[in-house]
């Protein structure tokens, strides 16, 4: 298969899976692995994760122009700031701190993303059935010491399989946020997120850039951001009328059939 359409596959896994409750990282370890994509020093996965952040930001562009010039002189857009930053802090001292750990040990095991998989299903499924009725309906009356708490399971991301996304959902909805506002709220903290971590790793693999694979990093860029773009909003009107589910029992049996995978020698 051409590198080129090895790119292009990759950043749509990269766009589809980014904002779904389900780890885009596990998707793209396992999509290389599969497709014998060759990634040295993880140089195309850092610089096609950009693609999703840009799109999530193109979507809430009005959002985010309207806070940013409310900033000076409007107490609302100040309040929605500082949540979105409070809850940022935690998965940057988690990432400072145990990064380095859990790339070199964890992101090589298949079985680990495996029974992340399985775990993450069970406890949305869990969520799903017990959490208490929500009385938080929109992100912006999202209490700041929720939206604190909430930003904490973030730093769950860091093994590989957890799923950012997921975990900041399931905090929600057992917070008593409602489910688009729980993965709405998300999104909005996925931009700080995903913006420092990305700078982080690119500090990481800087010397391992150059012009050499710049078409491949575009094509990944590009089909990233279109399929994250295409996704968030169908993904906000799904969980509105169907809840997060399907996307547990779609992680079951990703994890079951990734033992088997391993058990049968393919991984």
Known sequence: MPTTLQAALLGIVQGLTEFLPVSSTAHLLI???????????????????????????????????????????????????????????????????????????????????????IAGGIIILLAERFRPAPDVFDVDALPAGRALAIGSFQALALVPGVSRSGGTIVAGLLMRVDRAAAAEFTFFLAMPTMAAAFA??????????????????????????????????????????????????????????LLAAIGAGWL
């Open 31 to 117: 999509s290389e692995r599969l497709i014998g994509y060759q990634d040295p020093g993880g140089v195309f996965t850092v610089m096609i994760q950009l693609g999703s952040i840009f799109a999530v930001m193109w979507l809430y562009r009005a959002k985010i122009l309207a806070v940013v010039r409310g900033l000076p002189t409007s107490p609302e857009a100040r309040r929605f700031a500082f949540k979105i930053l409070l809850a940022t802090v935690p998965a940057l001292v988690a990432g400072g701190l145990f990064s380095k750990f859990v790339k070199s040990v964890l992101y090589g095991s298949f079985a680990v993303i495996a029974v992340a998989f």
């Open 200 to 257: 982080h790793d690119l500090l990481e693999v800087r010397h391992n850039l150059g012009s050499a694979r710049g078409l491949e990093i575009a094509i990944g860029f590009v089909m990233a951001f279109i399929s994250s773009a295409l996704v968030v909003k169908p993904f906000l009107s799904y969980v509105k009328r169907s809840g997060f589910a399907p996307f547990a029992w779609y992680r079951i049996a990703a994890g079951l059939a």
